[in-house]
């Protein structure tokens, strides 16, 4: 799923993984494979050859439930101007992105958001028909 604008991926790993994984090795992981495709990180939101986001693990809210809400509720005009210092997970935007909760749906369906206490289904009920009918099945 996704648009003709950014190739999304959605990366599954083992739950076993996860748990010997600290979430930020995870991220330099994915940060390396973005590179390898040949993306540079530059202006915030820009362009990219390859978008690859740690959305959550597990039931873990980092790097703490403040800062999350600090980034959650965060004006659009901070959003394009501030980039966090530290890992924030679940990701903060990741509920209202119908290309990141619609393929969810089949990846991880019993997820529940640690702060937002939804489950997938629940996230997707959230959203626009506009949102999800823009999705394009690749």
Known sequence: YGDHRDLHLSIRRQRQMCIRDRPQNILDQLHSIEKKF???RGKRWD??????DLLAVGQSIQPSNS???YWHDLDLENQLNKIPSNLILPHPRMHERAFVLVPLLDIAPCWIH?????NISELCNDLSVEEISDL???
């Not at 640690?114 to 939804?118: D, E, H, I, R, W």
């Open 38 to 40: 040949g993306r540079s």
């Open 47 to 52: 362009g990219r050859t390859l978008d690859l």
């Open 67 to 69: 800062t999350y809400l």
């Open 114 to 118: 640690p702060v937002l206490k939804k």
């Open 136 to 138: 394009t099945c690749l």
